[in-house]
């Protein structure tokens, strides 16, 4: 089975109408290759909205009062999760769900409107440089340290160059 495909209203219809001539979920499921959860959710949107609850929906940003209401109704065992999003036409129980954990962990302010996407990156800004005055003896090391360097990449450099001089002289 292909994970998340979209499939178009009309495939949907299709599929609910197959359901209601008699042909069972089970047989729907193997022969398009969809799962038999995904085929019920497509039934029962259709039996609770039509032909409209099968239609994508656009993003659609949820108040705090509202998803209250759900989780509300989700905890004081009124409704299943699925029987919140057919009720609220809510479209994936997994929106429920998740508003149900923000509200056992951070309560009812965990609830307001969330940013979706990834945070923006800030600015950042330059470091400053503090140019710290160096005593003499640090300057004096600073410097040793630096002629060390450049005198063992002379060196290597020189033996480098007799290296290739010495393959020449092989190949005459």
Known sequence: MVKYKKHKAEFKL????EHQRGKSVNGLSN???ISTSQIRKWIDQYNALGVQGLLRRSYQ???????????????????SLRD???HFHIPSIGIVSSWVKIHESLGVDGLNAQQ?????MKEKKPKKTTTKTLTR????EKENLYLRAENELLKKLEALAQKKETLQKKKR
């Open 14 to 17: 299709k599929l609910v109408r």
């Open 31 to 33: 022969q398009w290759g």
């Open 61 to 79: 940003q949820y108040t705090k009062e509202f998803k209250l209401t759900v989780v509300q109704a989700y905890l004081k065992k009124e409704l």
């Open 84 to 86: 919140c999003c057919l």
């Open 116 to 120: 979706r996407g990834r945070k923006t």
């Open 137 to 140: 003896l640090e300057e004096l």
